[in-house]
């Protein structure tokens, strides 16, 4: 099993910026890659940004060029960076991760985080 704890968040007018951090435990042989996504009231669960292992990275075309994701391989965490927050940010924020718990199998668990709320007011 694999405990993620995420920590950031908050209330932050638009145009202030936030961090987001999430830290996986337990069981982990590789962390073929780690993510964030979101979800606003009334709207389904959408991805925010993905890094893999290597350090490719994926962002939806609504935060490029404002958020930055970045991983830590040796301390299994993952970061998101957000600027120019605009309220249309507002939504819970999860941390999502994609592991191998052993050398021997290829075969990958899906993890995610218990969200953490991000306000930005107008």
């Known amino acids: 099993q694999v405990q993620l704890v995420e920590s950031g968040g908050g209330l932050v007018q638009t145009g202030g910026s936030l961090r987001l951090s999430c830290a996986a435990s337990?069981?982990?042989?590789?962390?073929?890659?780690m993510g964030w996504y979101r979800q606003a009231p009334g709207k389904q669960r959408e991805l925010v940004a993905t890094v893999l292992l290597y350090g490719d990275t994926n962002y939806a075309d609504s935060v490029k060029g404002r958020f930055t994701i970045s991983r830590d391989n040796t301390k299994n965490t993952v970061g998101l960076q957000m600027s120019s927050l605009e309220p249309e940010d507002t939504a819970v924020y999860y941390c999502n991760v994609k592991v191998r718990h052993n050398e021997w199998d290829f075969t990958v668990q899906n993890y995610w985080g218990q969200g953490t709320q991000v306000t930005v007011s107008s």
């Open positions: 337990g069981s982990i042989f590789s962390i073929p890659a």
